[in-house]
């Protein structure tokens, strides 16, 4: 029995930050039903990479929004209305990730949905939290990464403004709504009582830079400064990054400079020894680093140094990670289908519960598709 099976999770989310949150709640037993406009559904259908859809959903959709049901309701039919506030009465959660104000307007706001349902778990997403001058701005990933000051820790010192390539800030922010629902579902168990958890993408974004800021909150409010050379960590000192090889790339992370230098039978000149130029010279070293790294194999230096225990690793691709026993002993990916049939490769849920790997082989459901099965299961 997977822990959260009995939870019934409603998911007025669009996208990918409140979905990813309801994926994983349906990962773990819940039993997550997304309300969904009829006929077109939720916006994020439609929002492709590489424009690959599975029928007539995105690839992205589908990944983001596997073993779930859908419901489709039209907010504004007052008898639609009526069985969506039906199946609140009998929900454990309920997410959204309206602008502010739009729930208000449908009648679903916090304040109602806790007069229907005092026991529900209210979990609202937004894009800059639902006050100060930027509450009603679009809260999209790139855009958050981009005010957050994000940007500027990753790309070496020329590169400016550097967005990293993943929705990184809708992620971050599902996990932090995972994390205070399943907190305000403890504390319901103790209380009796139900709550609103309420997450944004900036302020998940500002937490995923916490380390960062408290160094910039307590070092005279000094900018980041990448390295011109190698960049992996604004703020470490060589030889922290990543470098050429002879046949490829080799990153190199915590590892004592001194130590490194002498493994690679590396003297370095001795304006260098003192252990604080190891930040402050650090583009200097490193181009000295760069050029000894590159004359040989990265094999040939891991095999120097992983006996010695540094902290170093092949750079390798997909193909490479997917191959390789490492990925496979994981079982990271699983199939799932469409009530269709048709079929596509994902990967499944990281987290364990006692030992034993969560798969699921549902894929995303059509808009409405499961109308009949909710009407007659909650008596709507």
């Given at each position: 029995m997977l822990p959260l099976e009995g939870i019934t999770v409603l998911e007025f989310a669009q996208f990918m930050a409140g979905p990813s949150a309801g994926l994983k709640m349906a990962d773990l037993g819940a039993r997550v039903i997304k309300i969904e406009r009829p006929g077109s559904g939720e916006a994020g259908r439609q929002i492709a990479l590489k424009n690959i859809y599975i029928d007539e959903s995105s690839m992205v959709f589908h990944t983001a929004n596997r073993n779930k049901l859908s419901f489709g309701a039209d907010l504004k039919d007052p008898n639609d209305l009526a069985k969506v506030k039906q199946l609140i009465a009998q929900a454990d959660v309920m997410t959204h990730n309206f602008r502010p104000g739009v729930m208000e307007k449908i009648g679903?706001?916090?304040?109602?949905?806790?007069?229907?349902?005092?026991?529900?778990?209210?979990?609202?997403?937004?894009?800059?939290?639902?006050?100060?001058p930027w509450a009603k701005k679009p809260g999209q990933d790139l855009l958050i990464q981009s005010l957050s000051g994000f940007v500027n820790l990753s790309g070496n010192a020329s590169d400016g403004p550097t967005?990293?390539?993943?929705?990184?800030?809708?992620?971050?922010?599902?996990?932090?709504?995972?994390?205070?629902?399943?907190a305000s579902l403890i504390n319901r168990n103790k209380t009796g009582k139900g709550s609103k958890v309420e997450v944004s993408l900036l302020e998940s974004t500002l937490d995923l830079q916490f380390e960062v800021l408290t160094n910039f909150l307590n070092d005279g409010g000094k900018l980041p400064q990448r390295s011109k050379v190698n960049n992996a960590h604004a703020y470490l000192d060589a030889p922290y990054g990543i470098y050429k090889t002879k046949d490829g790339h080799l990153a190199i992370a915590l590892t004592p400079l001194d130590q490194i230098t002498k493994a690679m039978n590396l003297e370095l000149p001795s304006e260098y020894q003192d252990k604080a130029t190891w930040f402050e010279k650090r583009d200097e070293i490193k181009t000295i680093l760069a050029a000894q790294l590159i004359k040989e194999t990265t094999q040939h230096w891991l095999s120097i140094f992983e006996p010695l225990d540094f902290r170093c690793s092949d750079v390798f691709n997909y193909t490479q990670l997917l191959n390789h026993d490492a990925y496979?002993?994981?079982?990271?990916?699983?199939e799932v289908e469409t009530s269709d049939g048709i079929k596509m490769k994902t990967t499944r849920c990281p987290i364990r519960i006692d030992g034993q790997r969560i798969f699921s082989k549902k894929s995303a459901p059509k808009v409405g598709e499961d109308n009949a099965l909710i009407e007659k299961e909650f008596k709507l």
């Open positions: 679903l706001d916090y304040d109602t949905v806790a007069s229907i349902n005092p026991r529900i778990i209210y979990g609202v997403v937004s894009g800059y939290s639902a006050v100060g967005a990293t390539g993943l929705a990184t800030s809708d992620i971050f922010t599902g996990v932090h709504l995972v994390q205070g629902i399943l496979k002993v994981l079982q990271m990916d699983q």
